[in-house]
């Protein structure tokens, strides 16, 4: 078929000559090459003693933010739920109660948050579709586990640490 | 047959077993290591100081894994398939010289386990046996896969075993014997072999990296083709005897290539050196002059093994029947014109 | 002790070669087969032919039968498939089986229980004695069975080659 651009390039093979029929000296200069490599500088990491960086876009482990007050922020309006294209979040609403206004920022929250980390892609929509940025990935890697129960992950893994310095 | 005679063979075939192992051990670990090196890696180190252990630990994973015999299979030739294999790799190096003679008491004792006057092709012979391993269990697998790689390995190691004794004979040409022990004396001090038989060496170092299995003429456990090639069946320590055959017959090639080309034991201003040892150090300084000769050739084998490509079947039985045969015959008629001339002179 | 020796090698060839023609499978029988060829080597080293075992153990043992098992694993024969004879079969093999004993006897009858040979020359089969006699005395014979060898090289390359004309 005839090409629509003139970007195709036909290789031309010429004809090898005796030094390169031979193969013994491109076997050679294989070798000198793969021994170069035994000297240069090892790119391994040693993981679990020494972690590489993540990068400033890097999206983990989920964690649910509090104000500055130390209260949740989120209100359990179901738009990460919605947004999530592996339906990996699940929550159940409650309503505040009296007293507990230390705890909650609005009048609604979330009694169960669940993310199911096996079927979470990583792909941040629900931190996109947060109207209270109560959501955020950016988490460490989410470690392994023996059972898949194990991997559905609650609000006592996903909700950060309370500011107990500033309550006191 | 005095008792001291068989107590000095029985204590050195004990050191020669203990330290093919060991080697052959040890080899898997440089394997890793070196690979690790080559690809800007560090291999395995977890495992004891720099994985000192690492081969320790392979080895108990090997034992406590399950055994799976294949239920269609014939089960007695299923386990003499790697028993033969570990057997015949362990059989070679009982006619390697491993050194001069060594005076113990007022006793001449030999460090080589028996010098017959065929030792070269006594190792021939060894060699061509190793085949049986792998092809009794290939085919005991009863699984076209294990079958398909038993049937390359056939047709691999019986293609080179032909330029592999065209090369030795170039050798025998000039050495005038047969017997491994007086070649190694031949090559005394920097006498080696390999000034004398340049392209005899380059056939057999060839060739046995295709006797051995190893890359890149490592299709009959071609895993992109064949699963696993004749293995693919096995498992726990069967696999493990497999593997462990093929460093030992590394380790048995690297011995036999030291010993034809490269002086064996022999090694520049050894003469100096053994007066000012002793009759009984000597000889074993000797010993690890060999035995470094032949990390050296592992070295090799496992760093063409990180560098070349593996060969397509046809580029394989090409290069064993349609160059290395008579470029072989070229090095015997070279050798033999050229040892006429030098007689006539 | 050498005597005994031999008999208990002798016991264990025609013990190996028996079970060769017994065993059903043809890959065991092959394998019987190279046990029996192993014993060979075993005898030629009781005979001081040191030279003669080593390549028996070679060619025989590290070669020849390879290939041997090399087609019959290819062949993927199976007990079923040999299949049952027919009576016409069965009795011309008893027949020949008969003649051949009839054949056996009356030979071995005919001979006289002849004397141990004794050897001029105990190092007959090392390699340098064995060398020498080949390439002067029986050099003649020697270079015409290469020669022979050598037309069945050529024989073998033609068959394998294509015809050029059909390409």
Same mark, same amino acid.
């Given at each position: 078929m005839e090409p629509l651009s003139n970007r195709k390039k036909v290789l031309e093979q010429k004809p090898m000559n005796f030094w390169e029929r031979l193969y013994l000296p491109a076997i050679f200069q294989g070798m000198i090459i793969t021994f170069r490599h035994m000297f240069k500088k090892k790119e391994t990491v040693f993981y679990p003693e020494f972690q590489r960086e993540f990068s400033e876009n890097w999206r983990g482990m989920h964690s649910l933010k509090r104000d500055e007050e130390g209260r949740e922020r989120c209100t359990a309006c179901g738009l990460c739920a919605l947004s999530c294209p592996a339906e990996a979040i699940t929550m159940i609403a409650a309503e505040r109660q009296k007293g507990e206004e230390a705890l909650y920022r609005?009048?609604?929250?979330?009694?169960?948050?669940?993310?199911?980390?096996?079927?979470?892609?990583?792909?941040?929509?629900?931190?996109?579709?947060?109207?209270?940025?109560?959501?955020?990935?950016?988490?460490?890697?989410?470690?392994?586990?023996?059972?898949?129960?194990?991997?559905?992950?609650?609000?006592d893994k996903l909700v950060e640490e309370p500011l107990k310095l500033q309550q006191d | 047959m005095e008792l001291a005679f068989i107590i000095e063979k029985f204590a050195l075939i004990l050191v020669i077993f203990v330290i093919s192992l060991t080697i052959a051990a040890y080899s898997t670990l440089a394997e890793r290591k070196i690979a690790g090196f080559l690809q800007d890696r560090v291999g395995p180190n977890r495992a004891g100081p720099g994985g000192m252990f690492q081969p320790l630990a392979d080895g108990l994973k090997m034992f406590f894994k399950e055994e799976i015999i294949p239920t269609e299979s014939s089960t007695a030739l299923?386990?003499?398939?790697?028993?033969?294999?570990?057997?015949?790799?362990?059989?070679?190096?009982?006619?390697?010289?491993?050194?001069?003679?060594?005076?113990?008491?007022?006793?001449?004792?030999?460090?080589?386990?028996?010098?017959?006057?065929?030792?070269?092709?006594?190792?021939?012979?060894?060699?061509?046996?190793?085949?049986?391993?792998?092809?009794i269990g290939g085919w005991a697998s009863n699984n076209k896969f294990s079958l398909m790689g038993a049937v390359r390995a056939a047709s691999q190691n019986i293609s080179y075993e032909i330029?592999?004794?065209?090369?030795?004979?170039?050798?025998?040409?000039?050495?005038?014997?047969?017997?491994?022990?007086?070649?190694?004396?031949?090559?005394?001090?920097?006498?080696?072999?390999?000034?004398?038989?340049?392209?005899?060496?380059?056939?057999?170092?060839?060739?046995?990296?295709?006797?051995?299995?190893?890359?890149?003429?490592?299709?009959?456990?071609?895993?992109?083709e064949l699963v696993g090639g004749y293995h693919t069946e096995y498992s726990g320590f069967k696999m493990g005897a497999y593997m462990f055959a093929e460093y030992l017959n590394m380790f048995l090639a690297s011995a036999v290539m030291s010993t034809l080309y490269f002086g064996g034991y022999n090694y520049p201003g050894m003469d100096w050196v053994n007066e000012m040892a002793g009759s009984v150090i000597g000889p074993f300084i000797g010993m690890g002059v060999l035995i470094l000769k032949i990390f050296a050739f592992i070295f090799l084998f496992m760093w063409v093994r990180w560098t070349v490509p593996r060969f397509r079947y046809d580029q394989l039985m090409n290069l064993g029947w349609k160059i290395l045969i008579p470029l072989a015959i070229a090095n015997i008629v070279i050798t033999g014109i050229v040892i006429t001339i030098f007689e006539k002179l | 002790m050498s005597i005994s020796l031999f008999y208990f090698v002798a016991f264990l060839t025609i013990f190996f070669a028996l079970l060769v023609i017994f065993s059903k499978n043809p890959v065991h029988s092959v394998?019987?087969?190279?046990?029996?060829?192993?014993?060979?080597?075993?005898?030629?080293?009781?005979?001081?032919?040191?030279?003669?075992?080593?390549?028996?153990?070679?060619?025989?043992?590290?070669?020849?039968?390879?290939?041997? =098992?090399?087609?019959?694993?290819? +062949?993927? $024969?199976?007990?079923?498939?040999? !299949?049952?004879?027919? *009576? /016409?079969? %069965?009795?011309?093999?008893?027949?020949?089986?008969?003649?051949?004993?009839?054949?056996?006897?009356?030979?071995?009858?005919? =001979?006289?229980?002849?004397?141990? +040979?004794? $050897?001029?020359?105990?190092?007959? !089969?090392?390699?340098? *004695? /064995?060398? %020498?006699?080949?390439?002067?005395k029986f050099l003649l014979p020697f270079e015409i069975s290469s020669i022979l060898l050598l037309s069945a090289m050529i024989g073998a390359v033609l068959l394998a080659k294509k015809d050029i004309k059909q390409v």
């Open positions: 609005e009048e609604k929250y979330a009694a169960v948050y669940e993310i199911n980390m096996l079927r979470c892609i990583f792909c941040g929509l629900c931190e996109e579709a947060c109207p209270k940025e109560a959501i955020y990935l950016d988490g460490p890697i989410v470690p392994a586990d023996y059972l898949r129960k194990d991997f559905i992950y609650g609000k | 299923f386990i003499l398939g790697p028993s033969l294999a570990l057997f015949t790799s362990f059989l070679g190096s009982a006619v390697i010289p491993w050194g001069q003679d060594v005076e113990i008491a007022g006793r001449m004792v030999s460090l080589q386990i028996t010098d017959i006057n065929v030792g070269m092709l006594y190792i021939f012979g060894v060699v061509s046996l190793g085949v049986y391993g792998i092809m330029p592999m004794g065209l090369s030795i004979i170039a050798l025998l040409m000039s050495t005038n014997t047969l017997s491994m022990k007086e070649i190694a004396e031949q090559q005394h001090g920097i006498n080696w072999n390999i000034f004398y038989q340049p392209l005899g060496f380059l056939i057999f170092l060839v060739c046995s990296f295709a006797e051995t299995n190893r890359t890149p003429f490592d299709l009959p456990e071609c895993e992109t | 394998l019987y087969l190279i046990v029996t060829f192993f014993t060979f080597t075993l005898h030629y080293i009781m005979l001081n032919a040191q030279f003669l075992a080593i390549v028996n153990f070679i060619v025989y043992m590290g070669a020849i039968m390879v290939l041997f =098992l090399f087609v019959l694993m290819l +062949l993927n $024969l199976n007990e079923g498939s040999i !299949g049952s004879k027919s *009576n /016409l079969l %069965k009795m011309v093999g008893v027949i020949a089986g008969m003649c051949l004993i009839i054949t056996l006897v009356g030979s071995l009858r005919a =001979l006289d229980t002849s004397d141990p +040979l004794v $050897l001029q020359t105990q190092d007959l !089969g090392l390699v340098k *004695n /064995l060398g %020498k006699v080949l390439f002067s």
